[in-house]
Nanobody, 128 residues
Framework: QLAESGGGLVEPGGALTLSCAIS????????ISWFRQAAGKKREGVSC???????????SYSDSVKGRFRTWRDYAKNTVELEMNSLKPEATGVYYC????????????????????WGQGTQVTVSS
């Protein structure tokens, strides 16, 4: 199971860090991705990180967040974090984390993997 936390209201240009808590058993290879969905719009991929450590670790980001967002695994807390910097109003939406089993790497098409389960989502609002 996955559970997101850390959402809230932040001013444009501000920062926020989301957390995706992982519980239960996990497959040998999987990725955890962040998605967001703005009101009235389709859900879009934000970032991806795989379960491999060391030289095999990989991440992928959507073009709209590259250089501003960062995702990593906190093994002590068993979470996947998403640090969001220089936030823009268009980042407003519900953020979900999801897992895709059997994938070793995060490719540029990570958003099209088969994701299950999904978390319940956390609201992020970027507004002054």
């Amino acid at each position: 199971q996955l559970a997101e936390s850390g959402g809230g209201l932040v001013e444009p240009g501000g920062a926020l860090t989301l957390s995706c808590a992982i519980s239960g058993s996990t497959p040998d290879h999987y990725v955890i991705s962040w998605f967001r969905q703005a009101a009235g719009k389709k859900r879009e991929g934000v970032s991806c990180i795989n379960s491999v450590t060391g030289n095999g670790a990989s991440t992928s980001y959507s073009d709209s967040v590259k250089g501003r967002f960062r995702t990593w695994r906190d093994y002590a807390k068993n979470t996947v974090e998403l640090e969001m910097n220089s936030l823009k109003p268009e980042a407003t939406g519900v953020y979900y984390c999801a897992a895709a089993a059997g994938y070793r790497h995060c490719t540029s098409a990570y958003y099209a993997y088969d994701y299950e389960p999904w978390g319940q989502g956390t609201q992020v609002t970027v507004s002054s």
